[in-house]
């Protein structure tokens, strides 16, 4: 279980990744926390030519407050968000899921952007990039675009990302006052991915819900918002009734496959499970339910 | 023996192999550099079932780095297949079995047909694992699909045969029988008839297997390091392979990072390289990646059991059937052994008059079976424990009360269970008091009677909480012998080497305590070589929870030879009589008399052959002595187990939240050692019943080929485990020692079945295969809720 031969090149700064991207191409992959990467290398399933190893580049690591919203940089390790007191302050969700990815030792190494670009449909930060309405920034020789996270996210393992492009950075709203969130999933173990996970913001206004932001993990091929299931909580609040007919939509909303470790059917329900968990979470967390 | 020292038998002392292992210097295969070394990377199967036209090696021959390139048509005329029978059966057994057995010798590399996803039929040899690896992606063959037998079920009446021999893919057949088992079934008042299915699943240590050879020109000798709990069983098949003196070949099996079972018998990888290594005259290294390892390192557990059981109005149950299949893949390592363990362990502690059992070991195109902690006991506790709840619950009794009715008393050792062991002899469980450790276990879980109001009360609030049983024995220490020689020199230490063969179980400490006890000498000056064939001439290893026993006994027997010389010396040189001489903290001195002694490193110096000896006439030179311990029969070692679960309904999904073992190994020489022993076992059996599977699909692939799939339970997974230990020492040995290196894996997957129908009575839960799986609980709830409704 060794890769290929193959060559890496170590660009020192932004400038330098984006042009070795532009001159390689689909030839190159770039190397971020190197967690889904490096296995796929290993069993040769990925064979790419060139890796544009990021890690040198210290600058695309960091999280500032930038006044409505947090800027994060690609490069930004998992664990560096879940310890960030601005991350759990001005964006609990983005905290809270990411205490949920995997084991620590994968989270000192997985990056933000790596989770992002690699779009795998059950990792835990496109379901939260989505409810949290974020924008990724990229970058290319050919310029800078920002493409919000509804349009990001393609197909399994597939973004909006041209070859020549890098995913920069997260740019994640600040949670509005009156908000309160909740990140669950369920997974056969703990840490793996996940069977079924929950991203949940609702903002309230005098109890009632005002703004209702529900993403799934786990249960299609991308993560995505479950705006039937919004709706309802949104019209109808958190009561038990209201939150048992989100479940339910939710469940038949999605199309999830089935699995060694699930079934459609199983993921479906756990689906409607999470959002239960999720909603009433985030409820009891905003002191509207107890 | 005199007290003048503290015994070392029954203390915690601190494993001494850990200073090496917890600083990261312990060294494995993994580790090995020779000047000139070469890798080796292997062409497996990607089918499973199919006929060998051609192999094109030429592209990989070429390729950069490449030293050499073979497959399995230029090797068949140079190495013999390993015997099917790695192990022997003796003469009791099999009259006692009436078995039939054929057990396919496997060709090192097929030549011929392909026949399980993972078996090798080419490989490379090159500068590094890279270009090996390079190298071997570049070699073609050509196949012929055959159709794919992928269940011991599907094979019984498959037209296709994994072994053109072998008509039925049947490899052999066992029988055994005791009492009347048809006249009364006819006579039980009540018949409980189950089909069971235990899974497969399988050892997965944490350091893969690995091979390291070097091979000596000057001395026509080879040394192998090899992973593996069998290192003199790998000297004899590679001997044997490359027609050298067993002399001339040294096994060594360095830090070994767990076996379980899984490296218990020869590979064809371990006389590969080591072969190659000769043919090249250069030192080759293999090392099984995680991927090589799910697909071809040996798999275990699959029996497919149908069981009939005869009871009466008070539970007591007068007889079983017992007819199962065996998966054993494309090849059976060792023989029938695991179909034998299966049938002699099925009754348990239980006072069974009738019992039969029909057996028969199937070929598959499944990667092959072999002993995995446990070894064939897990497979039939788990069809037993299940049947006694099933039974509770037909008579409306609590199942811990059917286990007190069924089991055996005290009193009743020892209980001769009338059928043969695997060693021949009769059974016998030599002692126990099995209905006292369920008590204790029950205890362990906050008492019966307090958790079945617990039950009732949470089951009020919607809540479903469970109480599992599972309750086993295991015959321990098994045959045919262990080596150990036993040499003092004129530094005075006590040197042990055996041929136990260990892969973290802390033999080196366990091994020295023993010795110091026997010779009263510090642990300290005890130095202990293992798994070396180069230090004990004929050796057994370190399989089926034997070496506690076994290696005791060797190295008791050996001291005992050289102690007779010590005490020869001494009395010659202290002018004594030898019935007045004591062994005392490194010395041997007359009793009573503590000025009148001499060290252990003076007699040595005494023993010495040579012109200034002081050794008396008769006695020959040196302090030196071997010997082969070769057991009565095995010892008993028994546990019962306790655990609570709680179902989310919703989710389906089972929390443990108290599992409790009491389990029984006679005297325990290292308390703290034999705690993790056990506390290991269960974490696996916790994997097994939960987590871990390996999974194939109707064609014969393997789905589960990495650990994204496969799922080995983590730290997070495992729920708070409390393990008791009580200590009926065996009659059978004069240490009174039992073993207990596989008995935690066997219950935990029955354990957690029996909990989870427990917990879901009133749905009418049953679950008769493993492993247990939320998405399965939750279709139960679904079923009980709709015919509820």
Known sequence: MKPPLLDILTPSSLAEALSLLSEHGDEARPLAGGQSLVPLLNFRMSRPAILIDLNQIADLAYIKDAGDYIAIGAMTRERSIEDSDLVRKEAPLLQEATTQIAHLPIRNRGTIGGSLANADPAAEYPAVVLALECELVVQSVRGERRIKAAAFFEDVLTTALEPDELLTEIIVPKAPSGSSSAFVEIARRHGDFALAGIAAQITFANSAPTDVRLAVCGAGTTASRLTAAEEIIQRDGVGPEAIKAASEAAASAVDPMSDLHASADYRRRLTGVMIGQAVEKAAQRAGVIS | ?789
């Open chain 2, 1 to 789: 023996m005199a007290d003048t020292m503290p015994s070392y038998i029954g203390r915690s002392v601190v494993r001494r192999e850990d200073n090496r292992l917890l600083k990261g210097a312990g060294t494995f295969v993994g580790d090995m550099k020779l000047e000139g070394m070469v890798h080796v990377a292997i062409v497996r199967s990607q089918q499973a079932h199919a006929r060998i036209n051609s192999v094109d090696l030429e592209a990989a021959r070429n390729a950069d780095g490449v030293v050499l390139a073979l497959a399995g048509a230029e090797l068949k005329d140079v190495l013999p297949p390993i015997s099917g029978m790695q192990v022997a059966a003796p003469k009791g057994w099999r009259d006692g079995m009436d078995p039939h057995i054929d057990i396919p010798d496997q060709t090192l590399v097929p030549y011929d047909k392909l026949r399980y996803v993972g078996e090798p039929y080419a490989l490379v040899v090159a500068g590094d694992r890279y270009m090996a690896e390079d190298a071997a992606e570049l070699i073609e063959g050509d196949f012929d699909p055959l159709p794919p037998i992928a269940s011991a079920e599907a094979a019984l009446d498959a037209e296709a045969l994994v072994h053109d021999h072998l008509p039925g893919n049947i490899a052999a057949t066992l029988h055994a029988k005791k009492g009347e088992g048809e006249a009364a079934l006819e006579a039980a008042p009540h018949r409980l008839k189950r089909r069971y299915y235990h899974h497969r699943y399988a050892a997965m240590p944490m350091e893969c297997r690995g091979v390291v050879a070097e091979y000596d020109s000057r001395t026509d000798s080879i040394t192998v390091w090899s992973s593996t709990q069998v290192v003199h069983w790998v000297r004899r098949e590679v001997a044997n392979a490359l027609d050298m003196p067993e002399e001339r070949v040294r096994v060594v099996a360095p830090d070994v990072g767990g076996g379980f079972g899984g490296k218990g018998h020869v590979y064809p990888e371990d006389i590969l390289i080591a072969y190659l290594a000769k043919r090249l005259d250069r030192p080759v290294k293999w090392l099984e990646d995680r991927h090589e390892h799910l697909l071809n390192a040996a798999h275990s557990r699959d029996n497919l059991f149908d069981i009939e059981v005869g009871y009466d109005d008070d539970g007591r149950i007068s007889v079983v059937k017992n007819y199962f299949l065996v998966d054993s893949g494309a090849y059976s390592p060792v023989g029938a052994a695991i179909a034998g363990n299966s049938i002699a362990h099925f009754m348990g502690p239980y006072d069974i008059p009738h019992y039969e059992a029909d057996c028969k070991v199937m070929m598959t195109n499944r990667t092959p079976n072999a002993p995995y902690r446990g070894a064939g006991r897990p497979e039939v506790a788990f069809a037993m424990e299940r049947s006694i709840d099933l039974i509770a619950n037909e008579l409306g009794l609590d199942p811990a009360e059917v286990r007190f009715r069924n089991m055996i008393q005290p009193e009743q050792m020892p209980y001769a269970v009338g059928l043969p062991y695997r060693d021949g002899v009769m059974i016998e469980y030599d002692s126990g008091d099995y209905p006292e450790a369920l008590r204790k276990a029950l205890d362990g879980i906050g008492g019966l009677d307090e958790f079945r109001s617990r039950q009732k009360a949470a089951l009020a609030e919607g809540r479903y909480l469970g109480l599992g049983l599972g309750c086993y024995v295991e015959g321990t220490g098994i045959g045919p012998f262990e080596g150990a020689t036993v040499k003092i020199d004129s530094s005075g230490k006590v040197m042990v080497a055996t041929g136990a063969c260990p892969q973290g179980q802390g033999h080196e400490t366990a091994f020295a305590q023993v010795a110091a006890d026997i010779w009263n000498v510090p642990i300290e000056d005890v130095v202990v070589t293992l798994a070396d064939t180069s230090h004990v001439t004929m050796g057994y290893g370190t399989i089926a929870s034997r070496s506690a026993v076994t290696a005791s006994g060797a190295i008791k027997d050996s001291s005992d030879k050289v102690k007779e010389k010590v005490f020869a010396i001494a009395a010659n040189v202290l002018e004594a009589s030898e019935s007045d001489l004591e062994l005392r903290n490194g010395s041997v001195g007359v009793k009573g008399v503590p000025e009148m002694s001499m060290t252990l490193k003076e007699v040595a110096r005494a023993a010495l052959p040579g012109w200034i000896h002081q050794r008396p006439e008769g006695i020959e030179a040196g302090l030196e002595g071997t010997a082969y311990y070769e057991p009565p029969t095995v010892t008993w070692a028994y546990a019962a187990n306790a655990a609570i679960v709680e179902i989310d309904a919703q989710t389906g999904v089972v929390k443990i939240e108290n599992y409790v073992e009491v389990h029984d190994a006679g005297t325990l020489i290292n308390p703290g050692i034999a705690d993790g022993q056990v506390r290991g076992g269960l974490v696996q059996g916790i994997g097994g019943g939960l987590f871990e599977e390996l999974f194939y699909d109707e064609h014969g692939q393997l789905m589960t080929g990495s650990f994204m799939d496969y799922l080995l339970p983590t730290a997070s997974d495992i729920p708070p485990i409390n393990v008791i230990h009580t200590e009926t020492p065996s009659p059978r040995n004069s240490f009174g020692f039992k073993g207990l290196g596989e008995g935690g894996a066997i219950a935990p997957p029955v354990v957690i079945a029996n909990a989870v129908c427990d917990a879901l009575k009133s749905f009418g839960a049953e679950l008769n295969s493993t492993p247990v799986r939320a998405e399965q609980i939750l279709n139960i709830i679904d079923a009980g809720v709709a015919a509820a409704e």
